[in-house]
């Protein structure tokens, strides 16, 4: 999946306008605008995944980037603000919602509203290799489920394995990042112009 959003100008329409000036200075103060305005667009979408996220990684928040080499110049007014690839495929359900299959057996989904508990700082299943849990020994697998030995000898269910897992939309990725384009961008060009003509004076 490959979630992205492209940023343009009417760089061409404010030439016709324009003079001199403009025409020399304008598609530099053009892509910085772009560019603080991609930068915002990053920050807003980083915002909402920390808030409807149930403690995201830092590698999570992260994901979504504007590296130095999809920025805008004055040569190219655009700018790509997107999902890194790695973290594309676990979040797709995030923003797409719908059902998401095992690629073998099953998956194993956190118990927490039936009295589990997340199993590190972000809410993540610690890693499931050979039938085993890694570097747990109060920890075990039994009938398709995770189960976590109690200091009086009870026993917690921690997830259980499923066929699959409905997921239900939580993010859209286009109506943040829109949203944020419209609200700040004409505002972004007016400040970027202002200061070119400041340093030409």
Do not use: C
């Amino acid at each position: 999946m490959t979630i992205t959003i492209q940023i343009k100008s009417n760089e061409k329409e404010l030439k016709k306008k324009m003079g001199l000036f403009q025409r020399k200075h304008l598609p530099k103060a053009t892509a910085n605008a772009i560019n603080e305005i991609g930068a915002k667009v990053v920050n807003a979408e980083r915002a909402q995944i920390q808030k409807k996220l149930d403690r995201p990684t830092p590698f999570t928040i992260k994901s979504v980037d504007m590296p130095a080499k999809f920025r805008a110049k004055p040569n190219d007014l655009s700018a790509l603000v997107f999902i890194k690839k790695i973290a594309q495929d676990y979040l797709k359900h995030v923003y797409q919602g719908g059902i998401e299959r095992p690629a073998k057996s099953k998956i194993f989904a956190p118990v927490s509203s039936a009295g589990g508990e997340r199993l590190n700082a972000y809410g993540n299943l610690i890693g499931l290799k050979a039938k085993r849990i890694d570097s747990r020994k109060d920890m075990f697998l039994n009938k398709n489920a995770l189960w976590k030995r109690e200091g009086d000898g009870g026993l917690k269910l921690i997830a259980v394995a499923k066929n699959f897992i409905k997921h239900r939309k939580l993010l859209d990725f286009f109506k943040i990042g829109f949203g944020v384009i419209k609200k700040n961008y004409d505002k972004e060009l007016d400040k970027q112009i202002k200061k070119a003509i400041r340093r030409w004076i």
